[in-house]
C-alpha cells in the first residue's frame, strides 16, 4: 500500500466519459497525475449527446474509450445515468451490472468502484453496490478534509476542482506534515472546462500538484484500496 512510503496521496475522479476526456487526460499524462473516470456504457451514441450552456456534450464510444483510459482507472457510473434512488431494486441492480459487464469485457479488468450518477444514493442503492461487489462508491459531498474515509461505500470527496476553496486546500495540503494518511480527492466533470471556460484553472491545479517527491499519485483503486 502506498501509505508505506508515502503520508499524501492525490487523486481525480471525472463523470460520464465525454469528449473533453481526450483534452484532460492529456494533461494529466503530461504533469504525471492519474484518475477514475465513471463511464456511462449505454450512452455512446449520438442520439444521446446534449447541449449545456451552448456547448453540445458528446459521450465516447466504447471503441475509443478503449484506447483514451489507458494508464487509468475506469469505474462505473450506470449504464445510462439514471437517478438510482427513484429506481427498483431490480433497476438499480441492472444498470450496475450492465456497466460492470461491459466494461469489464472492453478493460479486461472488473472495475471495483463507482460514482452515484447525479451524486444520489440511498441505503438500497448502497446495498445493491455491495452485493455487485464494488470496493467504493463516491457522493458529491465535499467535506473539504483529506483524512482517509472508512466508508468507501459513501466516499465524500475533498472538492470539486472548480471550488473556491481549492487552490486553498492545495496549499494547505500541499505545506502540511501529517502523522496519519492523508488522501486529497479531486472530482468533476471535464466538459465544465468548455461550459465556463475551466481549462487554464484545471491546468494550474494539475501543475501546482505535480511532482512533489512526499506525495503518491493514483487512480482511486490505487489510492483507497491498494
Known amino acids: 500500500m502506498w501509505s ?9 475522479s471525472f463523470d460520464d466519459g465525454v469528449s473533453q476526456d481526450i483534452r484532460f487526460i492529456e494533461i494529466l499524462n503530461r504533469y504525471g497525475l492519474k484518475a477514475t473516470f465513471n463511464i456511462n456504457t449505454g450512452l455512446g451514441e449520438p442520439q444521446y449527446n446534449f447541449e449545456l450552456d451552448g456547448v453540445v456534450i458528446s459521450h ?4 475509443t474509450m478503449s ?3 489507458d494508464g487509468h482507472e475506469v469505474a462505473v ?11 427498483t431494486k ?16 472492453i478493460f479486461k479488468i472488473k472495475p471495483i468502484g463507482m460514482a452515484y450518477p447525479y451524486g444520489t444514493y440511498n441505503d438500497l442503492v448502497v446495498s445493491v453496490i455491495d452485493e455487485l461487489g464494488l470496493k467504493y462508491a463516491r457522493t458529491i459531498e465535499d467535506n473539504y478534509d ?8 459513501r466516499f465524500k470527496p475533498t472538492a470539486h476542482f472548480n471550488d473556491p476553496k481549492i487552490h486553498e486546500l492545495i496549499d494547505d495540503f500541499l505545506a502540511s506534515k501529517p502523522n496519519q494518511p492523508q488522501v486529497l480527492y479531486i472530482w468533476g466533470h471535464s466538459y465544465e ?4 471556460d475551466l481549462w487554464a484553472h484545471l491546468e494550474s491545479i494539475c501543475a501546482k500538484l505535480a511532482h512533489h517527491p512526499n506525495v503518491f499519485y493514483g487512480t482511486n483503486r490505487d ?4
Open 90 to 105: 431490480k433497476e438499480v441492480f441492472e444498470q450496475l451490472e450492465k456497466d460492470i459487464q461491459i466494461i469489464e469485457s
Open 193 to 196: 472546462c468548455d461550459t465556463h
Open 77 to 87: 457510473h450506470s449504464f445510462t445515468h439514471p437517478d438510482l434512488t427513484q429506481c
Open 60 to 63: 465516447l464510444d466504447l471503441e
Open 223 to 226: 489510492v483507497l484500496l491498494e
Open 146 to 153: 483529506t483524512s482517509f474515509q472508512k466508508d468507501l461505500l
Open 4 to 12: 508505506k512510503n508515502y503520508q499524501k496521496a492525490v487523486t481525480f
Open 67 to 69: 484506447k483514451l483510459y
